[in-house]
Structures are given as C-alpha cells and as structure tokens.
C-alpha cells in the first residue's frame, strides 16, 4: 500500500507539472509537429543518439574490463539496451542500471561487488561527463553566450552550483587516484559499520570495486573523454530541436548555441530523480527553466522530443529484451525471463 501510495503521488506531481507547462504554453504537442517537416534534422539527432548508444556500450565494456570482467560486444549491448527499455519502463533514468546489474552479476557471482562496481562507476563517470561539458560551456562561451558582466549573464544563478560540482568532481578522482585504499576515510568507515551492521557490507564491497579503478587512470581518463563525447553529442541534438522550434538565431546567435550546451547537461542532471520514468516531469521543468533564463519558451518541447528519440532506442531495447528473455548472455545460466 505504501509504494503503492507512492506510486500515485508521484503520478499525480508529474500530471501536475505537465498540466502547468501545458497551460503556461511552455509545451506544445503542435510545436513538437515541426520536426517532421526537418528530415535532415531528424536524421542527425537520430545519428547522435545512435553513437551515444555505441559509446556508451564501449565505455562500460572498458569499465568491466578493469574490473577483471571480460563481456563480449554483443553481451554488452544486449545488456545496455535492456538497460536502456528498463529506464524508459521504470522510473528515474537510472533504473535500467539496477537490471543490468542483476543480470551481469548472475554471470559473475565471485565479482557481484566489482560488477556493481563497475555500473555505478559508470553513472558516476557519465555525471562527470556532464559536470564536464556544461563547465567548459560556460568557461569558453563566457564571452561570447553569457556576457562578460554578471547581470547580463542568464546562468548566473547556476553558475555556484556548476562550479561546486565541477570542484566535487575533480575532488573524487584526485581521492580515487592519491589516496591508497589504506588510508581512504569513507572506506574505513564503511568497513567499521560493517562490523556493527552487516548490511553495509554490500556497499562496502560495491564501494570497494570503484576503488578498483585506482591504478587504471588511463582507462578512467579514457571513459571521461568518452562521457564528454556523449553528452556534446546529445547536446547538439537539443541543438537541432531548439533551432527547429525557435531557433538560436532569435536568441543571440552563438550566445544562444552555447547557452545550449549549458542547458542540457544541467537539465539532464536531473532526470537521475526517480520520479518517473525517462524523467518526464522533472526533465520537463528543468528544461523549461534553464531556457527560460536564456529566453526561450521551447524548454519543455525540447526535452519531450529528447525523450522521444530515446524511446526509440528503449524500444529497440525492449525487443531484445523480449528475443532473449529465455537465451543466455555469455553463457547457459543467464535466464531473461526474471529480474
């Protein structure tokens, strides 16, 4: 009764926020027709979700690989597709992780911490990719997108929460790489509840394998210019969708391209809160607000037409799911059919 409860609510928050934007005319079902009338348009946001898809697959395999987990090209996109449908299916973005998870882990029953690792360090490098790219947006197009002085500056109230972030990240991996696993505070700590509550012992060992990528600092490196890739590429494709319903051209040129790759990465930030799923609702709002403070009302379209062209993908994903909910996945135990 009370996921139960908690399942309406959430479903009655997301109705609420669709109704508000809807009624504000932040979104718009006739505005999101204009991109059939761009096929070219179409074709190349359908192109970068693609390749995202491609580097993502590759960048996990990497992360496995340095955890002493070799799984073949096509495990690993059947399994990140699977990933991919479960986050459209449930909710927050991250949810498909958990799946994915479950199902490597099966197949790996001495490395479950590792593999947990793994995925988790996945979603902490694909953070970072973000962090990353909305940083060096409003770095490098200071200037030119967000004004030299600070009233003129739209982002000026993210700004502390861009720079905290990007100061947060650099401090995990300088902890990740300098500090040993001896001398590591949240470790020891970790370790300490463990004795006291054996339930933390599976964030322990969870933990422990993201200390695994210790000594593969190229590998890590590697996976951060991978993430960074990712998220430009899915930035542009807003771009591409943003030009289609309103254009950058109206909004300051190259002001309006590079707000763009502030925008996204910040929004998507929060589509991770599991409220429902892709991040409907929540995606919509952020969206909405980081382009109104660039002057657009086109925030909530864009986003929905993102969601859009990852459902296209998810449903890929929901295909192989159901072509091998009964065969196996890098070997003869890996039933599909129970998560």
């Known amino acids: 009764m009370r996921r139960l409860a908690a399942t309406l609510l959430k479903l009655v928050l997301v109705a609420l926020l669709l ?27 359908l192109a970068a979700t693609g390749i995202n898809l491609m580097l993502c697959i590759w960048r996990w395999q990497i992360l496995l690989r340095a955890q002493g987990v070799d799984l073949g090209w096509t495990a690993a996109a059947r399994l990140t597709l699977i990933g991919n449908f479960f986050n459209l299916a449930l909710p927050g973005a991250v949810s498909g992780d958990l799946v994915k998870a479950f199902y490597i882990a099966r197949e790996h029953p001495g490395k479950r911490g590792h593999v947990f690792g793994s995925i988790l360090f996945d979603r902490v490098v694909g953070v970072s990719g973000l962090v990353m790219v909305a940083s060096a947006a409003l770095v490098f197009g200071f200037s030119l997108a967000l004004g030299p002085q600070p009233e003129t500056n739209p982002f000026v109230r993210v700004q502390p929460f861009v720079v905290f972030s990007f100061l947060s990240m650099v401090g995990f991996y300088l902890c990740l790489f300098l500090v040993p696993e001896s001398r590591d505070p949240f470790l020891w700590l970790l370790r300490r509840l463990q004795e006291r509550i054996p339930a933390v012992g599976s964030v322990t060992r969870i933990y422990e394998g993201v200390r695994n990528y210790h000594p593969h600092r190229k590998m890590v490196g590697l996976s951060l210019a991978i993430s960074c890739v990712v998220h430009f590429l899915a930035a542009s494709a807003c771009l591409i969708f943003f030009q289609v319903l309103d254009g950058p051209i109206a909004h300051g040129g190259q002001a309006g391209t590079w707000a763009i790759y502030v925008a996204v990465p910040l929004g998507l930030l929060v589509t991770a809160v599991p409220i429902a799923p892709a991040g409907v609702g929540t995606g919509h709002a952020a969206f909405s607000w980081l382009f109104l403070l660039m002057g657009s009302h086109a925030g ?31 070997g003869p135990s890996t039933d599909l059919a129970t998560p």
């Open 300 to 330: 909530a379209n864009v986003f929905s037409l993102h969601v859009l062209f990852q459902l296209i993908f998810g449903a890929l994903g929901g295909l192989v799911y159901l072509r091998h909910r009964s065969s196996s996945l890098g």
């Open 19 to 45: 109704t508000f934007l809807a009624k504000k005319g932040l979104l718009s079902v006739g505005d999101l027709r204009k991109i059939l009338h761009y096929p070219l348009g179409v074709g190349l946001a």
